[in-house]
């Protein structure tokens, strides 16, 4: 019993560190929960070699029950509330490095002169096993993901959106596979013995329980999900969302800028604004809208004509683009008139921007005396955390024409 309150323990510690690195992902954005998941991956393979415990129903280790089942629901937590993209980005990281500490590992077998040290000696060949372990789980732990992924989804559906079943169905299934999948490779390198393959299978679906228990309670009552339902998710779905959604975004950033300016198209920022709508938790950086629109257009382009209107819109978003900061979004809205989008950005810097682009429109046509050109320009700035954007956007719209109509 005492040693089963002690798994507990080492599982509450696990989830409430890494829950809280998760939370803290708008604040100071995901890498800080990423960082700590590849940290504790050498442990808990380590652990998973050589350090088991015996209870009665078998021997387990801590790294496989408490660290990797936790991990393994952690990802499937970070997909919950993030996207299969932000979900594979660790795990390739993990691979790289795995394959990179077992080539360095091969080239230290090299040097032919190694010094004595008192009461120390290099064990390269445990770091070989290590190796070879922290490979292949990293290898069943994309299998895993991708699996439980699918299996969550489908739960889900069927019972109704109820998370809690869900996952501790879901869990159960997978954590069983990996079991037996990764015994076979840690007998063969370490000698583990077979009481270990049952024991600890029993201690995971114990640790698939339990943790499900608190990420239900964490979606519940820390970062609840929204009640819309997800589209239906097939295998090639999710594994083109983990291996190739390079080829995707590729087609989506040439096909959501406007020909005409290269600034973005009108779709890119309805996309960026139905994104952000949909989002269930709020981001607590401010947001400043800029509307910014061309002065007396429609009089430059019938005393001149549409190529002269073109040339016009072609400077004046060019200058916009310049202008902005790294990070801002320029788009055309339609017709003479673009959006700024500026995320953490205060009104006080959206107004000083605002009046850089005026300047830097009127700069750009400076060397044509016959044809000046202005833009009046709408500021408005969301509250840190304020979840609603069309708000927003109307006054800005609004402030644009205020400053149209005051010359």
Same mark, same amino acid.
């Given at each position: ?25 708008? #604040?100071?954005? !995901? ?6 998941? +590849? ?56 691979? /790289? ?109 114990? #640790? #698939? ?15 609840? /999900? ?82 002269? +209107? ?8 060019? #200058? ?6 790294? +990070? ?32 830097? /429109? ?10 000046? !050109? ?34």
């Amino acid at each position: 019993m005492a040693g089963v309150l002690l798994l507990s323990l080492q599982a509450l510690l696990y989830f409430g560190v890494m829950a809280a690195l998760l939370r803290a992902r708008h #604040a100071y954005g !995901v890498g800080l929960f990423v960082c700590a998941l +590849g940290v504790m991956h050498f442990l808990e393979t380590y652990l998973a070699a050589v350090f088991f415990i015996e209870l009665p129903f078998g021997l387990l280790s801590p790294g496989s029950t408490v660290l990797f089942s936790g991990k393994l629901m952690m990802f499937l937590l970070l997909y919950i509330r993030e996207d299969a993209e932000t979900v594979r980005q660790p795990i390739y990281g993990l691979m /790289v490095g795995n394959l990179l500490l077992a080539a360095l590992a091969l080239l230290l077998r090299q040097h032919e002169h190694l010094a004595p040290l008192p009461g120390y000696k290099a064990d390269l060949r445990f770091i070989d096993q290590i190796g070879v372990l922290m490979i292949w789980g990293t290898v069943l732990l994309f299998v895993d993901i991708i699996a439980l992924i699918l299996l969550y989804e489908r739960l889900l559906r069927a019972f109704r959106r109820h998370a809690l079943p869900a996952l501790m169905l879901s869990s159960a299934l997978v954590l069983t596979f990996d079991q037996f999948a990764f015994f076979p490779m840690l007998h063969w390198t370490t000698g583990t013995p077979f009481s270990a393959l049952t024991g600890g299978w029993a201690a995971k679906m114990g #640790a #698939a329980a339990l943790y499900s228990l608190l990420i239900a309670a964490y979606l519940a009552l820390i970062e609840p /999900v929204a009640d819309a339902p997800r589209a239906r998710r097939r295998i090639w779905d999710v594994f083109d969302a983990l291996t190739y959604r390079t080829r995707y975004e590729d087609l989506l950033a040439t096909s959501a800028v406007d020909t005409l300016t290269g600034a973005g198209a009108r779709s890119a920022f309805e996309d960026w604004r139905r994104r952000r709508m949909e989002r269930s938790s709020v981001d607590p950086r401010a947001v400043s809208v800029l509307m910014a629109d061309v002065d007396h257009f429609k009089d430059a382009n019938d005393r001149h004509g549409h190529q002269t +209107g073109d040339d016009i819109l072609i400077a004046v978003a060019r #200058a916009l683009m310049d202008g902005v900061r790294e +990070g801002d979004r320029v788009y055309r809205y339609g017709g003479e008139e673009f959006v700024i989008l500026c995320e953490g950005l205060d009104d006080d810097g959206a107004l000083r921007l605002a009046e850089r682009l005026r300047t830097a /429109v009127a700069a750009a046509f400076d060397s044509e005396p016959d044809r000046r !050109v202005t833009i009046s320009v709408g500021v408005a700035t969301s509250l840190p955390g304020a979840g609603e954007i069309d708000r927003t956007l109307r006054a800005a719209d609004d402030r644009l024409y205020a400053a149209k109509r005051a010359g």
